[in-house]
């Protein structure tokens, strides 16, 4: 019904057919064609030509009023639409587990912050099933996750590659037990003589106990493929969900733990632990924000994994 409505609200400015053909570059004929078209359309003239200048009719002011409306709504939606472009307004939802909502997303939001204040950043903090059901619902935007998830469903973007380090309460070695394997972790948590300490075979610790987290987490996996390697049947005194629990158990001397480095990285170091580095075919594992498959991603997006990735590659 408003099909070249331009043609008919250029007629209403000029209150001419000729003058709002010579602005429109087309002929005048060709402008009153137009024109007549939109009358049959709606089945009502817009124009009375009856009189000189011409003028509109009751249905052609309100037409006309129609247009306005049209007009102002697709000037709102291009002002949106230029301010989401430059990242003036806009939101941005993202996911992740405890681990990495507690150590890393905050500082990330903060940077970002500073540069988009207009946009909304909402965080989720939950196990991977229930942000993956998030994502795919739409209600998250992008997710932070150290699992391999299948590339025919999601799309990924390399942040950083972490490690699992072994931790050992002081108190359960015996005199200077492995110190050729072990680590120099400085008070921020970052390995200072890492590529210059072998990897402890686990089988060295088959004697101690162990804290381990449940079965089907990601660190538990490679704990139990560590112990297939080197034949070990360990003694798990706690099973926990929670890598952090894990952690602060072993700092209390219960029993030896694999943790994250990105724990170590943003914790301070206690005097009670040892510290070992693993096989790193295992222990090593890369880190990535995953959206939706063929999912559109915003400026938004872009720029918040892009600061991300500045500020959390870890380096030794």
């Known amino acids: 019904?408003?099909?070249?409505?331009?043609?008919?609200?250029?007629?209403?400015?000029?209150?001419?057919?000729s003058r709002a053909a010579e602005k429109l570059f087309i002929s005048q004929p060709a402008l009153s064609a137009m024109v007549k078209k939109v009358e049959k359309?709606?089945?009502?003239?817009?124009?009375?030509?009856?009189?000189?200048?011409?003028r509109l009719t009751n249905c052609g002011k309100e037409y006309i009023s129609c247009i306005e409306q049209i007009m102002d709504v697709e000037y709102q939606?291009?002002?949106?639409?230029?301010?989401?472009?430059?990242?003036?307004?806009?939101?941005?939802?993202?996911?992740?587990?405890?681990?990495?909502?507690?150590?890393?997303?905050?500082?990330?939001?903060?940077?970002?912050?500073r540069f988009y204040p207009g946009i909304h950043v909402s965080m989720?903090?939950?196990?991977?099933?229930?942000?993956?059901?998030?994502?795919?619902?739409?209600?998250?935007?992008?997710?932070?996750?150290?699992?391999?998830?299948?590339?025919?469903?999601?799309?990924?973007?390399y942040l950083f590659t972490e490690n699992l380090v072994l931790v050992v309460p002081k108190q359960l070695l015996s005199g200077d037990m492995l110190t050729e394997y072990q680590l120099d972790v400085s008070q921020t948590g970052r390995p200072v003589n890492w590529d210059d300490v072998p990897c402890v075979p686990l089988s060295r610790f088959s004697q101690l106990p162990?804290?381990?987290?449940?079965?089907?987490?990601d660190t538990r996996t490679r704990f139990d493929r560590l112990c297939a390697r080197y034949h070990l049947h360990p003694d798990i005194r706690l099973e926990l969900d929670q890598l952090t629990t894990s952690y602060q158990a072993a700092c209390s001397g219960l029993?030896?733990?694999?943790?994250?480095?990105?724990?170590?990285?943003?914790?301070?170091?206690?005097?009670?632990?040892?510290?070992?580095?693993?096989?790193?075919?295992?222990?090593?594992?890369?880190v990535y924000f995953y959206c939706r498959r063929k999912k559109h991603i915003t400026r938004a997006m872009e720029?918040?994994?892009?600061?991300?990735?500045?500020?959390?590659h870890p380096e030794r």
């Not at 409505?5 to 057919?17: I, P, Q, R």
């Not at 359309?41 to 011409?54: E, H, K, V």
């Not at 694999?258 to 096989?279: A, G, K, N, V």
């Open 1 to 17: 019904m408003f099909r070249n409505m331009e043609y008919v609200y250029a007629v209403y400015k000029e209150m001419s057919f």
């Open 41 to 54: 359309r709606i089945g009502s003239p817009i124009f009375d030509r009856s009189c000189s200048p011409i």
């Open 77 to 113: 939606f291009s002002q949106y639409l230029n301010q989401t472009e430059h990242l003036l307004i806009g939101s941005l939802s993202i996911g992740a587990n405890s681990i990495f909502a507690s150590f890393l997303l905050p500082s990330c939001m903060t940077a970002f912050a």
């Open 124 to 157: 989720t903090e939950a196990n991977t099933d229930i942000l993956l059901d998030a994502l795919n619902a739409g209600t998250l935007d992008i997710v932070l996750e150290n699992y391999d998830l299948p590339e025919d469903m999601y799309d990924k973007h």
């Open 210 to 217: 162990f804290l381990a987290l449940r079965e089907g987490n």
């Open 255 to 286: 029993g030896a733990a694999l943790i994250s480095e990105t724990i170590l990285h943003h914790t301070r170091q206690p005097d009670s632990l040892c510290y070992f580095r693993l096989d790193e075919d295992i222990s090593s594992r890369r």
């Open 303 to 312: 720029e918040f994994i892009r600061i991300s990735t500045q500020m959390t």
